[in-house]
């Protein structure tokens, strides 16, 4: 079992920055043998229709980026403390949602990154909020 739980989440002004954190615990292999990912609900309020906006191998190589979030947020791993951190910066109104993060026990391979399906463990869930 793997548990995750995030923090961080709050509101800001458009412009403004937030940093999302993701503590994980339990049974991970680490080293880049497994996937990380933050998501954001959307529209739906299903899972599987959840937005993926970054994704990494766990000891922080090959950061993926959505592209509305490319340039503006960075995806980091701290294996010591096996805590993932989302960074975000130059929020816009559009960026309002509930972010998740997520784990897959698995090297998810490139193009697949950031499919919900693909990732078996998910934290509760944080919500930003951005004003105009």
């Known amino acids: 079992q793997v548990q995750l739980v995030e923090s961080g989440g709050g509101s800001v002004q458009a412009g403004g920055s937030l940093r999302l954190s993701c503590a994980i615990s339990?049974?991970?292999?680490?080293?880049?043998?497994?996937?990380l990912a933050w998501f954001r609900q959307g529209p739906g309020n299903r899972r599987a229709e959840s937005e993926g906006?970054?994704?990494?191998?766990?000891?922080?190589?090959?950061?993926h980026y959505h592209d509305s979030v490319k340039g503006r947020f960075t995806i980091s791993h701290d294996s010591a403390e096996n805590r993932m951190y989302l960074q975000m910066n130059s929020l816009k109104p559009e960026d309002t949602d509930m972010y998740f993060c997520?784990?897959?026990?698995?090297?998810?391979?490139?193009?697949?990154?950031?499919?919900?399906?693909?990732?078996?463990?998910w934290g509760q869930g944080t919500q930003v909020t951005v004003s105009s």
């Open positions: 906006i970054a994704s990494i191998y766990s000891g922080g190589s090959s950061p």
């Open positions: 997520a784990y897959a026990r698995s090297h998810v391979m490139d193009g697949s990154r950031l499919i919900p399906k693909l990732y078996t463990y």
């Open positions: 339990g049974q991970t292999y680490g080293n880049g043998r497994d996937t």
